[in-house]
């Protein structure tokens, strides 16, 4: 399975990286209730920290990030949407047990690492490159300054064509 096709489906709610109910119903090839039931026949298995109902707000701001409306595909149904974090999908290949589902939780397991790896190596970049320009800007200031300076050709030939002769002076 493309772990950049599931990449799309991670999104970000609460500060966490969360995958849908009926994003997870799809990739497992089940309907979205049949997932819901399985998940409510072991709602020991899946505290707050491993799943949540989003609220109205919330699903209404996923809604206007993602450029087109899900609800369509969703069927039209009124239920809010559950999320599943990463603890959350792992504990589903429990109680979903076929090999699409170990297939799929696998790839899953993976794009969630990719992303975590990747944020990490893009924080320490970002960090990296601030330190280094905050100490170099600070000692190119002047040739900064000089640089300008002498890219502002206009104002030095003006400047140079307005001042008056000093010393010999020949006829």
Do not use: C
Request: overall charge positive.
């Amino acid at each position: 399975m493309q772990i950049e096709a599931i990449q799309t489906k991670i999104y970000e709610i609460r500060g966490l990286k969360v995958m849908l109910d009926y994003d997870l119903a799809e990739l497992y090839e089940v309907q979205t209730r049949v997932l819901n039931q399985a998940v409510k026949r072991n709602i020991k298995r899946f505290p707050n920290d491993f799943m949540f109902q989003l609220n109205k707000n919330e699903w209404g701001i996923l809604i206007s990030q993602i450029v087109t409306s899900k609800t369509e595909r969703r069927g039209g149904t009124q239920k809010l949407p559950y999320a599943f974090t990463e603890q959350g999908v792992s504990m589903l290949s429990g109680i979903l047990n076929s090999d699409k589902a170990i297939d799929v939780n696998i790839s899953i397991m993976r794009a969630f690492v990719f992303i975590r790896q990747y944020a990490l190596t893009h924080k320490d970049l970002t960090a990296k490159l601030h330190e280094l320009e905050s100490k170099y800007d600070t000692q190119f200031k002047d040739v900064y300054d000089a640089i300008s300076y002498l890219l502002d050709k206009d104002k030095t030939d003006t400047n140079q064509k307005q001042r008056k002769r000093i010393g010999y002076k020949p006829d």
